[in-house]
């Protein structure tokens, strides 16, 4: 369903390059959801925004459902959900309005958008805040607000990018059950967290990233014979314990600035 | 992905709506105007009053006593003191200025009352006959050297009349003064009205008010609500969300400019200010508040582009208002202008951006517009605005925004890592933004300051040509590091199209030349005698020049250079985002309106003709997939042309005039029209449209 073939990315700073994704290729199957870990700054949201067509890979691809980013980045969009810790909404519309709007960024139909919008306000309980002014809403009406909007074009393919950031216990809780919601679907989903015990609970496959490359792949039990690690977390402690010089492709200050 | 116009609409009404229910914008539509124009109104009402002509001037005066004021008084009604009635009669029979006396009431000296300003003069009269009167004025206070300048008079009338009196009583017969002053008035050239010089710069200056909010709030705002990446993570096109902010800014933009107009007309109005300004039998000025309407939305849909383009850069709200600040203040200077006498709306004054505008308003305000600097002021304010846009689609949600990473603006306009087969649209777009603006000014400069002799001025001409549309397109395209032979369309292609463009270039100019009575018959044309006067001294010099400096000037540096910019660097540029069709025809368009611009007069004249040899151009270019061929057909055409107006005289011997604008005879166009039919066969026959798809490809 979502593969992505030998992504890399490279930033140019103001001394030296930064590697942010190098050769990382994973493939997610519907109804998986594969968790993509890492310590801050390992690649994730990069690696995410690849796929969503925010930014463009120096190499490499992303392919959903067979269309390749590089050859029919709209049909790939089409194809993703995406929500994100950080997503806001428009104090001035009503959910309705922000929601049916989104809708049509991607091109619902409108009575097709009504139809997806009031299933998906059953299931996420916003019902009664359709009509509300969006700005007036709290945290945690304003996160499902954000889960249906990622949801409205009903996608096969669904992104999520630190979704449990910053949000209480039963905010987090939520996120469980939206996730589990999307599993029952059949999407193929793809949670970037650095969250290790939310992330053991939630996935099925585990995809370790550290400086831009993907370290260990596969279920958990895989992952703990391969590194020799019981938890995620002393996989963690270990990774990030390796020497800098060791990981020549961090800095690199002769390149051009 | 489909666009349709509904889906289009939905956008724009989404931004509408989200921007007309936040209360800021309501503030700044709303509750300006209301508080604006009656401040304004009563500041004018006073400054209108004080400089009113065919009122009486009144000033105040300060004496020490009672008697002072009383001995002042005597004389100031005394008709002694007034002026001769002639000369009253001659300056318009204004009545006499009134002086009300105000006696201090302490033993401050009159001179404080006057540094209070509650004063416009301190007067005293002290002693006995004759009295020694004083009177003090403020420095730099124009009413109360004015008031001083006015008892002056009034004391020497008196002095004068009394003197008379005297010497008459003593001689016992009439007494002729020395001198008999006469004087009179004839009417002057009126400055602009008042309304002409404020209007517009209230107008643009509320414009500007009214853009700037929804301008951040739809961009910058839209990156701190952190709505945008989900916005650009869709498979709308990203010119499309941006059209729609576009349009809800333009329209805030206008709402703001038309509610204060019309606010200000009101006021005025209600005021009875509107007599004052226009003249007292002056109708509602409904036609120049339509006209000024006209112009205010050129002007708000070119602001709001500008204003986008600076607030899609920004990161937060903060940054946006930082980058608008300047914006304004520069804006404001500019505004100024249309209130300085003696600036006119020509020249480079008619492109510059801002500038022009404020001029052309004033103008029509003042019902006294001209066409021609009209035209230019309004396809160029039309030029940057698409400009402007065009930058803003390029910086709303591009990666250097979205990522709050350490790059500064010059990672914009960063060279690519790897060579590009073509330029991108958004450099053309660019480079044709500075182009055209660089060579209007500069062919204006040429005109003025150049070389006075004929061939003289060709050869800067020419070389003005090569340097910018030669050079900079060039020096773009390598600093952009785009590969110079498939920007260029330097491909080699059939030597059937380069017959052919040469058969069709040998009668394209007959239809050229029928296009341009065309253009004359359906008034696009510039019938000032003047200008006719002006073409035939030209055409008379060129035809005493050599023949092969006509050609090198006229043929080949044209044939050449426009050839490399218009169906090489903006055909390869635009060709692979627009298609054939409408590459040919934006590339005609832009060729044809260069050729208004070149020279310091419009040549209206030269659109028709010039875009259809433009749109033949390309379309025999983009058969021959070369640019060859376009370069030979623009040489044959332009030098047969000039052939014909060089040897204009021998032609007439032989019984042929083209001088007198009257059609081309049938013999004639039969004859051209073979030779195109002849061309349009041969460039078909070496058409090779494979290359241009292998370029596709390869990048």
Redesign the interface.
Same mark, same amino acid.
């Given at each position: 369903m979502l593969e992505t073939c030998d992504l890399h990315k490279r930033?140019?700073? $103001?001394r030296g390059v930064l590697t942010a994704v190098e050769g990382l290729s994973f493939a997610v199957s519907p109804g998986e959801v594969y968790g993509l870990m890492g310590p801050n700054g390992a690649g994730k949201t990069t690696t995410l925004?690849m796929i969503?067509?925010?930014? *463009?890979p120096d190499r490499g691809y992303a392919q959903v459902d067979g269309f390749r980013t590089d050859a029919d980045?709209?049909?790939v969009?089409?194809r993703?959900g995406?929500v994100?810790a950080? *997503?806001?909404?428009?104090?001035?519309?009503t959910v309705r $309005?922000m929601l049916l709007?989104?809708a049509?960024?991607? *091109?619902v139909r409108p009575s097709q958008a009504e139809q997806n919008l009031a299933a998906l306000a059953q299931v996420m309980d916003i019902e009664d805040l359709l009509d509300r002014r969006a700005g007036a809403l709290s945290t945690g009406q304003r996160q499902r607000v954000t889960l249906v909007?990622?949801l409205i074009h009903d996608p096969p393919v669904m992104l999520l990018d630190e979704p449990t950031r910053g949000l209480d216990v039963v905010g987090s809780q939520t996120i469980f059950r939206y996730i589990d919601h999307l599993r029952s679907l059949g999407k193929a989903v793809v949670v970037c967290t650095h969250r290790l015990d939310e992330a053991e609970r939630l996935c099925d496959r585990f995809g370790l990233l550290h400086r831009g490359r993907l370290r260990y792949e596969g279920t958990l039990e895989q992952i703990r014979q391969h590194s020799g690690k019981r938890s995620l977390v002393e996989m963690f402690v270990d990774l990030l314990d390796e020497p800098d010089a060791a990981d020549p492709q961090a800095f690199d200050p002769a390149a051009p600035a | 992905m489909n666009l349709s116009t509904g889906r289009l609409v939905r956008l724009c009404r989404k931004e509408l709506r989200e921007t007309l229910r936040d209360r800021r914008t309501i503030i700044t539509l709303v509750l300006m105007p209301l508080l604006i124009y009656p401040l304004l109104s009563m500041t004018l009402n006073r400054f209108l009053l004080s400089a009113q002509s065919g009122t009486a001037p009144s000033f105040r005066v300060q004496t020490a006593t009672a008697d002072e004021a009383e001995f002042l008084q005597m004389l100031l009604h005394d008709p002694r003191s007034h002026p001769p009635q002639a000369i009253r009669d001659a300056a318009g029979d204004l009545p006499l200025a009134r002086f009300e006396f105000y006696v201090s009431t302490d033993d401050r000296p009159p001179a404080e009352a006057l540094l209070a300003g509650n004063v416009q003069v301190a007067a005293s009269a002290t002693g006995d006959l004759p009295k020694q009167v004083r009177f003090v004025a403020l420095e730099g206070d124009a009413a109360s050297q004015q008031a001083r300048r006015i008892l002056i008079e009034r004391m020497q009338w008196y002095n004068a009349s009394v003197y008379r009196e005297r010497l008459e009583q003593v001689r016992a017969e009439a007494a002729e003064p020395p001198l008999v002053v006469e004087t009179s008035e004839i009417e002057g050239e009126a400055d602009a009205p008042l309304l002409a010089t404020v209007v517009p710069l209230m107008l643009v200056l509320m414009t500007i008010t009214g853009a700037v909010y929804p301008a951040i709030d739809l961009t910058a705002g839209e990156r701190e609500r952190g709505t945008i990446e989900a916005v650009i993570a869709s498979p709308v096109p990203r010119g499309a969300v941006l059209f729609a902010k576009y349009t809800a800014v333009v329209t805030v933009a206008l709402l703001t400019a038309v509610i204060n107009l019309f606010a200000m007309f009101l006021t005025l109005w209600a005021s009875g200010l509107l007599h004052h300004l226009l003249g007292a039998d002056a109708a509602f000025p409904w036609v120049a508040i339509l006209q000024t309407l006209v112009l205010l939305v050129l002007f708000s849909g070119f602001f709001s582009a500008v204003l986008l383009a600076l607030t899609s850069f920004a990161r937060s709200f903060k940054e946006a208002q930082a980058y608008l600040v300047p914006l304004m203040l520069l804006s404001l200077a500019p505004a100024m202008m249309s209130l300085l006498p003696g600036i006119q709306l020509a020249g480079p004054l008619a492109v510059m951006p801002l500038v022009n505008i404020i001029l052309l308003t004033r103008d029509v305000l003042a019902g006294e517009a001209a066409v021609m600097p009209a035209a230019a002021a309004v396809v160029s304010t039309i030029i940057y605005a698409a400009a402007a846009l065009t930058l803003a689609a390029r910086l709303f949600g591009s990666d250097a925004v979205l990522r709050s990473s350490e790059l500064s603006i010059g990672s914009l306009f960063a060279r690519p890592e790897r060579p590009r087969a073509v330029p991108s649209v958004s450099e053309a777009a660019m480079t044709m933004a500075l182009l055209f603006p660089i060579y209007f000014v500069t062919s204006n400069v040429l005109a003025q300051f150049g070389p006075a002799s004929m061939g003289g001025r060709l050869v800067v001409n020419a070389l003005a040509l090569i340097v910018l549309f030669g050079g900079i397109p060039l020096a773009v395209a390598l600093l952009s590091r785009d590969r110079l032979k498939s920007t260029f369309r330097l491909r080699a292609c059939s030597p059937l199209a380069l017959f052919g463009a040469f058969a069709v270039g040998l009668g394209l100019w007959a239809f050229a030349f029928e296009a341009t009575l065309l253009g004359e018959m359906i008034g696009i044309g510039s019938l000032d005698p003047d200008l006719l006067q002006r073409a035939d001294d030209t055409k008379q010099e060129m035809q005493r020049l050599s023949p092969l400096l006509l050609l090198v000037t006229f043929a080949v540096t044209p044939g050449v250079i426009e050839e490399l910019c218009y169906r090489g660097y903006l055909f390869s540029a635009f060709g692979r985002r627009l298609g054939p069709w409408r590459t040919i025809l934006l590339c005609a368009l832009l060729f044809g309106l260069f050729h208004v611009l070149t020279g310091n007069v419009l040549k209206i004249e030269r659109m028709i003709p010039s875009t259809l040899v433009g749109i033949v151009l390309g379309w025999v270019s983009w058969r021959a997939g070369s640019l060859y061929p376009a370069i030979i057909l623009h040489f044959t055409h332009d030098a047969l042309l000039m052939m014909v107006i060089r040897y204009e005289e021998t032609l007439k011997r032989w019984g042929w005039d083209v001088s007198d604008g009257e059609h081309l005879p049938a013999v004639v166009l039969t004859a051209a029209a073979v030779a195109v039919l002849v061309g349009v066969v041969f460039v078909g026959l070496g058409t090779k449209p494979s290359e241009e798809r292998k370029d596709k490809e390869s990048t």
């Amino acid at each position: 369903m979502l593969e992505t073939c030998d992504l890399h990315k490279r930033f140019q700073l $103001e001394r030296g390059v930064l590697t942010a994704v190098e050769g990382l290729s994973f493939a997610v199957s519907p109804g998986e959801v594969y968790g993509l870990m890492g310590p801050n700054g390992a690649g994730k949201t990069t690696t995410l925004r690849m796929i969503l067509g925010l930014l *463009d890979p120096d190499r490499g691809y992303a392919q959903v459902d067979g269309f390749r980013t590089d050859a029919d980045p709209d049909a790939v969009k089409s194809r993703l959900g995406f929500v994100s810790a950080s *997503d806001g909404v428009y104090p001035w519309l009503t959910v309705r $309005e922000m929601l049916l709007y989104f809708a049509d960024l991607y *091109d619902v139909r409108p009575s097709q958008a009504e139809q997806n919008l009031a299933a998906l306000a059953q299931v996420m309980d916003i019902e009664d805040l359709l009509d509300r002014r969006a700005g007036a809403l709290s945290t945690g009406q304003r996160q499902r607000v954000t889960l249906v909007r990622g949801l409205i074009h009903d996608p096969p393919v669904m992104l999520l990018d630190e979704p449990t950031r910053g949000l209480d216990v039963v905010g987090s809780q939520t996120i469980f059950r939206y996730i589990d919601h999307l599993r029952s679907l059949g999407k193929a989903v793809v949670v970037c967290t650095h969250r290790l015990d939310e992330a053991e609970r939630l996935c099925d496959r585990f995809g370790l990233l550290h400086r831009g490359r993907l370290r260990y792949e596969g279920t958990l039990e895989q992952i703990r014979q391969h590194s020799g690690k019981r938890s995620l977390v002393e996989m963690f402690v270990d990774l990030l314990d390796e020497p800098d010089a060791a990981d020549p492709q961090a800095f690199d200050p002769a390149a051009p600035a | 992905m489909n666009l349709s116009t509904g889906r289009l609409v939905r956008l724009c009404r989404k931004e509408l709506r989200e921007t007309l229910r936040d209360r800021r914008t309501i503030i700044t539509l709303v509750l300006m105007p209301l508080l604006i124009y009656p401040l304004l109104s009563m500041t004018l009402n006073r400054f209108l009053l004080s400089a009113q002509s065919g009122t009486a001037p009144s000033f105040r005066v300060q004496t020490a006593t009672a008697d002072e004021a009383e001995f002042l008084q005597m004389l100031l009604h005394d008709p002694r003191s007034h002026p001769p009635q002639a000369i009253r009669d001659a300056a318009g029979d204004l009545p006499l200025a009134r002086f009300e006396f105000y006696v201090s009431t302490d033993d401050r000296p009159p001179a404080e009352a006057l540094l209070a300003g509650n004063v416009q003069v301190a007067a005293s009269a002290t002693g006995d006959l004759p009295k020694q009167v004083r009177f003090v004025a403020l420095e730099g206070d124009a009413a109360s050297q004015q008031a001083r300048r006015i008892l002056i008079e009034r004391m020497q009338w008196y002095n004068a009349s009394v003197y008379r009196e005297r010497l008459e009583q003593v001689r016992a017969e009439a007494a002729e003064p020395p001198l008999v002053v006469e004087t009179s008035e004839i009417e002057g050239e009126a400055d602009a009205p008042l309304l002409a010089t404020v209007v517009p710069l209230m107008l643009v200056l509320m414009t500007i008010t009214g853009a700037v909010y929804p301008a951040i709030d739809l961009t910058a705002g839209e990156r701190e609500r952190g709505t945008i990446e989900a916005v650009i993570a869709s498979p709308v096109p990203r010119g499309a969300v941006l059209f729609a902010k576009y349009t809800a800014v333009v329209t805030v933009a206008l709402l703001t400019a038309v509610i204060n107009l019309f606010a200000m007309f009101l006021t005025l109005w209600a005021s009875g200010l509107l007599h004052h300004l226009l003249g007292a039998d002056a109708a509602f000025p409904w036609v120049a508040i339509l006209q000024t309407l006209v112009l205010l939305v050129l002007f708000s849909g070119f602001f709001s582009a500008v204003l986008l383009a600076l607030t899609s850069f920004a990161r937060s709200f903060k940054e946006a208002q930082a980058y608008l600040v300047p914006l304004m203040l520069l804006s404001l200077a500019p505004a100024m202008m249309s209130l300085l006498p003696g600036i006119q709306l020509a020249g480079p004054l008619a492109v510059m951006p801002l500038v022009n505008i404020i001029l052309l308003t004033r103008d029509v305000l003042a019902g006294e517009a001209a066409v021609m600097p009209a035209a230019a002021a309004v396809v160029s304010t039309i030029i940057y605005a698409a400009a402007a846009l065009t930058l803003a689609a390029r910086l709303f949600g591009s990666d250097a925004v979205l990522r709050s990473s350490e790059l500064s603006i010059g990672s914009l306009f960063a060279r690519p890592e790897r060579p590009r087969a073509v330029p991108s649209v958004s450099e053309a777009a660019m480079t044709m933004a500075l182009l055209f603006p660089i060579y209007f000014v500069t062919s204006n400069v040429l005109a003025q300051f150049g070389p006075a002799s004929m061939g003289g001025r060709l050869v800067v001409n020419a070389l003005a040509l090569i340097v910018l549309f030669g050079g900079i397109p060039l020096a773009v395209a390598l600093l952009s590091r785009d590969r110079l032979k498939s920007t260029f369309r330097l491909r080699a292609c059939s030597p059937l199209a380069l017959f052919g463009a040469f058969a069709v270039g040998l009668g394209l100019w007959a239809f050229a030349f029928e296009a341009t009575l065309l253009g004359e018959m359906i008034g696009i044309g510039s019938l000032d005698p003047d200008l006719l006067q002006r073409a035939d001294d030209t055409k008379q010099e060129m035809q005493r020049l050599s023949p092969l400096l006509l050609l090198v000037t006229f043929a080949v540096t044209p044939g050449v250079i426009e050839e490399l910019c218009y169906r090489g660097y903006l055909f390869s540029a635009f060709g692979r985002r627009l298609g054939p069709w409408r590459t040919i025809l934006l590339c005609a368009l832009l060729f044809g309106l260069f050729h208004v611009l070149t020279g310091n007069v419009l040549k209206i004249e030269r659109m028709i003709p010039s875009t259809l040899v433009g749109i033949v151009l390309g379309w025999v270019s983009w058969r021959a997939g070369s640019l060859y061929p376009a370069i030979i057909l623009h040489f044959t055409h332009d030098a047969l042309l000039m052939m014909v107006i060089r040897y204009e005289e021998t032609l007439k011997r032989w019984g042929w005039d083209v001088s007198d604008g009257e059609h081309l005879p049938a013999v004639v166009l039969t004859a051209a029209a073979v030779a195109v039919l002849v061309g349009v066969v041969f460039v078909g026959l070496g058409t090779k449209p494979s290359e241009e798809r292998k370029d596709k490809e390869s990048t």
